[in-house]
């Protein structure tokens, strides 16, 4: 069963935790952190989460919590509004002010972004499977909304959050060897000090109140295959969305069945010769995407998703242009059995009890961030977070 202690209840390890993120001394209390005991009793912890959850998966076990996502504390604790959200990062700025005077950073999705694009380097390096890397960029999010990252050495967190998320996934990594991947790739703040991770990992465990369990989208999206007649092509299209939203806010938004379901949408609306995010006209081809996507969702929430009588299409929509008499009666062909599935998953959504509201909200999100992705400057993102590392010691 996961843990959910107050934060306030422990307040001498919320405060010696946080110097190994923030660069200052460390007491005496700290190194105790480092202890084999120590060490022996958070192993323990783990292996019980993750026999929960490996249980709850398995279908002769007995559904426990942490295998119900609307009993979890993912749901109760880490689902936001916009709002909120907002409001929590106005208030870490407040209480910072100095510093962010001080050093002026990208807006939060190109910190998102780099951030990701970081967790994919050191991942490829340890072969990190995808459920792992999803986790771990859950973990960062969760971890800066309520730390300001000023305060932080960034490319220390994200080491550290993939270290727990493997853990956590039942995949573990040596602390020797991510410590060893990460100095090849940030030498200049990564050092060989193995117990800056322990530390780290001390201090995110704190900050998440020990809330470490994660459900991800690919469940929904892998169970939903057969029952929405997916062929391979959407179903990878799919997985690249539901990759791309742990760059959005939207795991803090809306429940992971639902970001699947727009993942799903997308897959069949937008097209792989589609361009990809970050190149050019990316925002003119999300755009068109969101127009076809919302038309289908208006469909269903208007309960327009139900099969014409004998017609074989929807209420409303187009009906498959005639079979093709050129040379390009394959691409036809295939262009209509497309239109078939979107019209197949418009009517099992106008049936469903899904939110539509959260989907379309959830659509907009993701296709803003992909018309985000074209302003994305890389250099300068590391530059102005390796200025704050640097000036505050944190890399030390």
Known sequence: MEHSPHPDKRPNERHTTRHAVTGQSRSR??????????DRQFTCRVAHYSSELHQGDCPAGRPSMSANYWDSTQRRYWLFTKDQLNTMRTKLEEDNSDLVRMFPLSQPRHLAIFFNQQLI???KRLTIRQQAMATAQVYLKRFYSRVEIRRTNPYLVITTAIYLACKMEESPQHIRLIVTEARQLWQDFIGLDTSRIGECEFFLISEMSSQLIVHQPY?????????LALVDEDVQLAKSVINDHYMTDLPLLFPPHVIALVAILLALVLRPNSVAPGQQGAGAAAAAGLAAA????????GGGGVMTPGGGGIAGLPPPPPPAVSGQEAREKQQEARITRVQHFAAWLAESTVD?????????????????YEKYNEKLTREQINRFVKAGNLDR
């Open 121 to 123: 380097r050191l991942g």
């Open 219 to 227: 469940r929904t999206l892998t169970s939903l295959r057969g029952e």
């Open 356 to 372: 539509i509201a959260s989907m379309v909200d959830a659509t907009q999100e993701i296709i803003s961030f992909y018309e985000c």
């Open 294 to 301: 919302q038309a289908a969702l208006s469909q269903a929430q």
């Open 29 to 38: 209390q700290q190194r105790v952190y480092n202890s084999p005991r120590l």
